[in-house]
């Protein structure tokens, strides 16, 4: 049978409802948080997993007009929906080839060493970005390297620099400010950029003339500034595909780790570890039916999750149920970072 004469798939058990609204609230309220800078897109990782071409319109419309992501690869998905100008990709040029991918494009690749800087000027040079490491030593020039020739040859349209530690109360984001501010001066920049999500909590002092939230526009809460005015936007939806009657004795899952010590009624779940749904949910998780909580029983595995059932006697098979996904919430259940949880979520979520 060929493929065209299929029928059509089955509706999947599996689903990621996105909230646009709330998307597109997320980025004005933190545009607002920002002036008088205004807020770009940090839309990395096919916008930290919840879908480029499903969030990408949303931030248009809101009024986004500059966007970040990490790879090159990334790019023809995104200019779909964007100039190129508009886009600038934070990884920079190591190669050749890196080199010439951006000149075709005409996206900006934001440098991040002399190697960069120098590849960039012997290719023709042109408008590129530049990120000056203030002390999180992950990417970006020296203080010291900003006075070398290359660097002094760039045209740069956006200095940056990013902080390590904007989610923590304490000295460091303000050693980094002090130090962003020590080299600016150095280079011919157009504009000035510091504050990620949590560095635009941190007050008007780190703006400058654009900030690049990301985690905060996808439901994420980094700082207390930002709580009750942050909306969740990833809803993940499981439904049952299988109900157990088990008799005192009987166990479940993996290991064997929950036995029932009592007849009991319980659910198997489409969501697993390959749809980002952890076995660290497990100890302590549940999932929700009408504002319910059932309780996870055992071990998560690939695909199925098992739920309690014995408060619920009304659910049953093929009834849908919620993932609790209010990220600063589910972030204290599982372990895993807000980032994290975003950005595991699988691709069978979106199918």
Same mark, same amino acid.
């Given at each position: ?25 997320? %980025? ?10 205004? +807020?770009?897109?940090?839309?990395? /990782? ?17 009024? #986004? ?18 100039? #190129? ?6 990884? =920079? ?23 960069? /800087? ?24 020296? #203080? ?7 660097? @002094? ?11 390590? &530690? ?23 920049? *157009?504009?000035? *950029? ?12 780190? +703006? ?10 996808? =439901? ?13 936007? #990833? ?15 009987? *166990? ?14 319980? +659910? ?12 660290? %949910? ?12 059932? @309780? ?37 259940? &599982? ?17």
């Amino acid at each position: 049978m060929r493929i065209e004469d299929l029928p059509p798939v089955p509706p999947p058990t599996i689903r990621l409802d996105i909230d646009r609204d709330a998307l597109g609230a997320n %980025w004005r309220f933190l545009d607002r948080l920002s002036r008088p800078a205004r +807020a770009g897109a940090a839309i990395k /990782a096919d916008c930290y997993g919840l879908g480029v071409d499903t969030c990408l319109p949303v931030l248009l419309e809101a009024g #986004a007009r500059d966007f970040f992501v990490a790879h090159w690869s990334e790019v023809p998905g995104v200019l779909r929906h964007v100039e #190129a100008g508009q886009l600038a990709v934070l990884h =920079g040029v190591n190669t050749t080839e890196e080199v010439q991918y951006a000149r075709a494009t005409g996206v900006r690749p934001v440098i991040n060493s002399l190697h960069q /800087a120098r590849l960039w000027n012997q290719s023709g040079g042109g408008e590129c970005h530049l990120m000056i490491d203030t002390g999180i030593h992950r990417l970006g020039i020296s #203080a010291e390297q900003a006075r070398d020739p290359a660097i @002094a040859a760039l045209d740069v349209g956006i200095l940056m620099s990013h902080l390590s &530690s904007a989610d923590e109360d304490g000295e460091t984001s303000g050693d980094q400010l002090a130090a962003f501010h020590a080299v600016k001066d150095v280079v011919g920049a *157009s504009e000035l *950029s510091i504050a990620n999500s949590a560095g635009v909590g941190l007050g008007s002092q780190y +703006a400058f003339d654009l900030t690049r939230p990301g985690l905060a526009l996808y =439901g994420g809460v980094p700082r207390p500034e930002l709580e009750g005015r942050i909306r969740q936007v #990833a809803f993940p939806r499981a439904s049952i595909i299988q109900v157990h009657e088990l008799n005192a004795g009987d *166990s479940v899952g993996y290991n064997r780790e929950f036995t029932a010590s009592e007849p009991m009624r319980v +659910a198997t779940v489409s969501l697993g570890y390959a749809d980002g749904f952890l076995r660290c %949910w497990g100890a302590h998780g549940w999932l929700e039916h009408d504002g319910r909580k059932l @309780a996870l029983l055992g071990k998560v595995s690939m695909d199925m999750a098992i739920v309690d059932l014995r408060d619920t006697p009304d659910v049953g098979l093929g009834d849908w149920l919620n993932v609790p996904y209010d990220l600063p919430s589910a972030s204290r259940v &599982s372990g895993l970072s807000q980032y994290e949880l975003l950005t595991i979520l699988g691709q069978r979520m979106r199918s």
